[in-house]
T-cell receptor, first 110, second 113 residues
Framework: EDKVVQSPLSLVVHEGDTVTLNCSYEVTNFRSLLWYKQEKKAPTFLFML????IEKKSGRLSSILDKKELFSILNITATQTGDSAVYLC??????????FGKGTRLHILP | SQTIHQWPATLVQPVGSPLSLECTVEGTSNPNLYWYRQAAGRGLQLLFYSVGIGQISSEVPQNLSASRPQDRQFILSSKKLLLSDSGFYLCAWSDRDWHEKLFFGSGTQLSVL
């Protein structure tokens, strides 16, 4: 059974739209929630979230964690074609174990 | 600056043959090291991780094994490959001061035929 569940698995929107990607996780041994972006081969780090309700922001990307409901969202505003990628959510667990979800494949149409 | 080297980039192997994928990190010491596998259209499946020399945690061993013979070297091996071992293998490291931020290698696309 998957411990990190992302939705939707794929999403196609038009340039300029705002998208919200979802991630739910399990609480056992949880330390932090991570977001990564995979454009071609190597994923790159976006955010680390440890506290509920505190938004992390980087340009048009933002993310927030809800530790009561065990989920996180990643928002992208004013999307651009360069935002097309697979967005991966992951749990950082005790013992430095990092578990990823299946990812959301985002495609931005020009 | 820190860099990670993973090779080969592409590998085609027959069923039953051995496997050795190597990953080395430069510019840091005592990193955490990880091996992931990514099947087409799937997320990253954690295979092995190591928080120090000789310390290997296994998630889905089956016919794969991992070793860390040196501080910054992580090797993924198999004695006999299966068709189901095909996939994209990614090595990653994280710094001791920021464990959550993984830096990934460029990956190895393995096809077992």
């Amino acid at each position: 059974e998957d411990k990190v569940v992302q939705s939707p698995l794929s999403l196609v929107v038009h340039e300029g739209d705002t998208v919200t990607l979802n991630c739910s996780y399990e609480v056992t041994n949880f330390r932090s929630l991570l977001w990564y972006k995979q454009e071609k081969k190597a994923p790159t780090f976006l955010f680390m979230l440890t506290s509920s309700g505190i938004e992390k922001k980087s340009g048009r990307l933002s993310s927030i964690l809800d530790k009561k409901e065990l989920f996180s969202i990643l928002n992208i505003t004013a999307t651009q074609t360069g935002d097309s990628a697979v967005y991966l959510c992951a749990e950082f667990l005790s013992g430095d174990k990092i578990i990823f979800g299946k990812g959301t494949r985002l495609h931005i149409l020009p | 600056s820190q860099t990670i080297h993973q090779w080969p980039a592409t590998l085609v192997q027959p069923v039953g043959s051995p496997l050795s994928l190597e990953c080395t990190v430069e510019g840091t010491s005592n990193p955490n090291l990880y091996w992931y596998r990514q099947a087409a259209g799937r997320g990253l499946q954690l295979l092995f991780y190591s928080v120090g020399i000789g310390q290997i945690s296994s998630e889905v061993p089956q016919n794969l094994s991992a070793s860390r013979p040196q501080d910054r070297q992580f090797i993924l091996s198999s004695k006999k490959l299966l068709l189901s071992d095909s996939g994209f293998y990614l090595c990653a490291w994280s710094d001791r001061d920021w464990h959550e931020k993984l830096f990934f290698g460029s990956g190895t696309q393995l096809s077992v035929l």
